[in-house]
């Protein structure tokens, strides 16, 4: 069964989408469906393709993360833009919603993190932890509601599960996410979402900005 594509930008180079929540971005040993198959399936049959059509995947986003993905069209394009994720000149820009007073409204979060791959989870270890590796994210307190706070969210780095252990080790879990600490119980889903990116057009060298509203689950859990 083919998941419907949720399109933010495209052209023939590019196809950026917003991922909801819940789905693999690639295939792992679940066989799940994935945001990479619905793009195939997508350009497979808006372009009347036959055989197998090019997704390159250039980054991704965590099974309960929504967001903005962008993939690439051609195999030039999936070059060049995963190059400036790993020279980390797109701009990222999250939105999460935390538990606890988010305080000093604005900061740096620094730590080093190392990650159990047999577990699949992150944790901080000691800065001189040779296995570790270190992680900034710029944080800004938006609103407060309950025991909610809308934080935005733009690291400077980019390591797995990143923001959700940087900011539950600061005391500040992302909601639903019970895997880093969260005591609110959500499903399907966690307080995390990738609002925007911002890239260089691997071609026209144009610099393109892509950003997807939160998810109408999050009314859910009492922003105001």
Known sequence: MSTALDVLFEDNHCLAVDKPAGLLTMGDSSGDPTLVDAARDYLKRKYNKPGNVFVGVVHRLDRPVSGVVLFARTSKGASRLSEQFRLRTVEKTYHALVEGNVSPPEGILRDRLVKDRARNVVAVVDEDDDDGQDCVLAYRRLRKSGRLTLVEIRPETGRSHQIR???????????GDKKYGSKIQVDGFIGLHAASLTFQHPTSKETITVSAEVPKAWSRLDLG
């Open 165 to 175: 252990v940087q900011l539950s080790n600061h005391g500040w879990p992302i909601a």
